[in-house]
């Protein structure tokens, strides 16, 4: 499969994230973009690795976004939990900017626990 249409970059603002739910070749996946302090775009799961809660509801602080339930922290580049009490981290999807249109491959997940 291929990027899909999340939403548009005017969408999302500096700091801040958006939920959006993209059709996978494994079905509905919640994924959350967010755009970093810098201005840059990531999109990440939507569901705390501890909780299951929705990450687009947490704060930006620089590369990482919060959990609003407990307080981890994972990096929006890589989806690592940076904090507890979550310790697994969330996938991460590419993000590619086409004009306006951000697009999301959520069959491509980079997963960081392969690495660690
Ligand atoms: S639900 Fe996210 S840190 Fe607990």
């Known amino acids: 499969m ?10 999302v603002a500096v700091g801040q994230a958006v939920r959006v739910e993209l059709t996978g070749e494994r079905g509905p996946i919640p994924v959350a973009v967010v755009r ?7 999109a990440i799961s939507d569901l705390c690795s501890h909780g299951a809660v929705s990450l687009s509801d947490g704060e930006v602080e620089g590369y990482t976004i919060e959990c609003w339930l407990h307080g981890s922290r994972f990096d929006l580049r890589t989806g690592a939990a940076l904090g507890l009490p979550a310790t697994r981290p969330v996938p991460v999807y590419p993000v590619t900017v086409d004009g306006e249109h951000v697009l999301v491959d959520v069959d491509a997940v980079h997963r960081p626990s392969e690495e660690n």
């Not at 291929?2 to 969408?11: I, P, T, V, Y």
């Not at 970093?36 to 990531?42: C, E, F, M, S, V």
């Open 2 to 11: 291929s990027a899909r249409q999340a939403c548009l970059a005017s969408d």
């Open 36 to 42: 970093d302090d810098d201005g840059d775009l990531h």
